[in-house]
């Protein structure tokens, strides 16, 4: 797990709430990416990003809002969100095409 | 089996017994394909992978099998220990798909002593 880390493991905020959710990857990977994991489902891509740029926003809400500085970082702003949104929000990087390689994750909780 | 919705499929088996836990693929164009394994409270882990080129890899104790015939992609893993319990995951790419992996619901592998 030390290859990509996330940071904070878990969240609780109110739906008034702006918290982000950061991720780092130690991996020299080129590409990240953020997926949503609720219950019992399938993992669902949010957001990639490819040599820094979005390259997917897979029909994701405003309400979550990523950011991807240079290739070893990547955040996911989150403001206003609902309490369907609690979930386990997981990372992950990957060099082109290939195998992804998954952070920890990030168990948010919204009130 | 993989399955989509409220109920993960469960495999029960007994430790030192050799463990089976399938998936059918959806795609005939994938040309590669991921078993992960997901323990509680973890994000998933890499275990093998194998392109479509090939039918069989074998990894330390375990093995990925795949039939492009059918569409169907098979991990063994031999002398299944208590540490191997875990949610198990399948996932394909294609060019179609380009950085993206589709995965499978999961099935809930339990090891008992």
């Known amino acids: 797990e030390t290859g990509v880390t996330q940071t904070p493991r878990h969240l609780v905020m109110g739906m008034t709430n702006k918290k982000s959710l950061k991720c780092e990857q130690h991996?020299?990977?080129?590409?990240m990416y953020w997926y949503k994991q609720s219950a019992k489902k399938p993992l669902e891509l949010m957001f990639v990003?490819?040599?820094?740029?979005?390259?997917e926003n897979n029909s994701v809400p405003s309400r979550f809002s990523p950011e991807c500085p240079n290739s070893s970082h990547l955040f996911l702003h989150l403001h206003t969100l609902q309490p369907e949104d609690s979930a386990l929000y997981l990372c992950?990087?990957?060099?082109?095409?290939?195998?992804?390689?998954f952070g920890p994750g990030t168990r948010l909780t919204v009130l | 089996g993989e399955s989509v919705g409220l109920h993960l499929p469960t495999l029960s088996v007994q430790e030192g017994d050799n463990s089976i836990i399938n998936c059918a693929y959806s795609?005939?164009?994938?040309?590669?394909f991921i078993w992960y394994k997901q323990e509680s409270g973890k994000g998933p882990q890499f275990i093998i992978d194998?392109?479509?080129?090939?039918d069989k890899r074998q990894g330390q104790r375990v093995t990925v099998l795949l039939n492009k015939t059918v569409k169907h992609l098979s991990l063994q893993i031999a002398a299944t220990q208590p540490g191997d319990s875990a949610v198990y995951f399948c996932?394909?790419?294609?060019?179609?798909?380009?950085?993206?992996?589709?995965f499978g619901a999961g099935t809930i592998l339990r090891v008992k002593s």
């Open positions: 992950a990087s990957s060099d082109g095409p290939d195998t992804q390689y």
């Open positions: 991996l020299g990977h080129n590409a």
């Open positions: 990003y490819s040599l820094e740029e979005r390259v």
């Open positions: 795609n005939s164009a994938s040309d590669y």
């Open positions: 194998i392109r479509s080129n090939m």
């Open positions: 996932a394909e790419n294609s060019r179609e798909y380009g950085n993206k992996l589709v």
